[in-house]
């Protein structure tokens, strides 16, 4: 069976990749390209909805699809913990729409953030510095947001990291005590740094995305998914199997 998609923001990097994908594969079939100067009917026929836009103006996509009961994945950064709250109240109890978040569609991306959330018990001491294209329009990324969060996840039995002189603004923004610093620099693509701090060491789990190219496997999984999602769904970790292969 085909998957009708609509993409909003389909003029955008993320989005011209998402259109070149979606035509180029079998199973998914693009039904309309939305931009800026377009009006929300349009994803209207669509059975999923790709939502590639700006943090002010993707909550207002993702609701207006779900109103109309169209399921919805979700590419935009901005999506805090407390909007993603918002939404699950919006969507619950209806059991036939679903939404899925995905911070970073990179899958090396998701391996470095699961490895950051394992070694998050071991360290008191734990700093993100993450780095994206100058055009970049929010900081801190979603991807250091949604690591940072998992991180403090990890630590909720023993407490927040260590983060001294926190109310200086050179210090970084915070999210989960964790701090994160943001760089948004011509010549890069994507970049984050876990960096934690121990008694004579320093561990770094680091990813860097080179090109666009790094997420076609991840939007190709997620649209698929997003097919017949149910409820609120954060993360393309969540999509996929980590198990460790059979012996």
């Given at each position: 069976m085909t998957t009708k998609v609509a993409v909003v923001g389909a003029t955008g990097r993320l989005g011209q990749l998402a259109s070149r994908i979606i035509e180029s594969a079998d199973d998914l079939e693009l039904v309309a390209r939305l931009d800026s100067q377009s009006d929300l009917s349009e994803m209207l026929g669509a059975d999923v909805v790709l939502d590639v836009t700006v943090p002010a103006v993707s909550q207002g996509v993702v609701e207006y699809a779900v109103a109309n009961g169209i399921n919805a994945l979700v590419g935009t950064s901005g999506w805090t913990s407390e909007r993603i709250v918002a939404l699950e109240r919006t969507i619950?109890?209806?059991?036939?729409?679903?939404?899925?978040?995905?911070?970073?569609?990179?899958?090396?991306?998701?391996?470095?953030?699961?490895?950051?959330?394992?070694?998050?018990?071991?360290?008191?001491?734990?700093?993100?510095?993450?780095a994206h294209h100058a055009s970049k329009i929010d900081s801190p990324s979603g991807t250091a947001v949604r690591t940072?969060?998992?991180?403090?996840?990890?630590?909720?039995?023993?407490?927040?990291?260590?983060?001294?002189?926190?109310?200086?603004?050179?210090?970084?923004?915070?999210v989960s005590s964790v701090p994160i610093h943001s760089l948004r620099m011509q010549g890069v693509?994507?970049?984050?740094?876990?960096?934690?701090g121990?008694?004579?060491?320093?561990?770094?789990?680091?990813?860097?995305?080179?090109?666009?190219?790094?997420?076609?496997?991840?939007?190709?999984?997620?649209?698929?998914?997003?097919?017949?999602?149910?409820g609120v769904t954060v993360g393309l970790?969540?999509?996929?199997?980590?198990?460790?292969?059979?012996q």
């Open positions: 619950n109890g209806n059991l036939a729409v679903g939404v899925i978040i995905v911070p970073n569609f990179s899958i090396g991306s998701v391996l470095a953030t699961s490895f950051a959330v394992m070694a998050a018990r071991f360290y008191d001491s734990i700093e993100i510095i993450e940072a969060e998992l991180i403090g996840n990890a630590r909720v039995t023993l407490g927040p990291v260590i983060a001294p002189h926190s109310d200086q603004r050179a210090r970084g923004q915070q693509v994507a970049k984050q740094d876990v960096v934690f121990g008694n004579g060491e320093i561990l770094t789990v680091s990813h860097e995305t080179l090109s666009p190219s790094a997420y076609e496997k991840g939007i190709l999984l997620a649209l698929r998914a997003a097919a017949s999602a149910r970790d969540k999509l996929i199997d980590f198990g460790a292969p059979a």
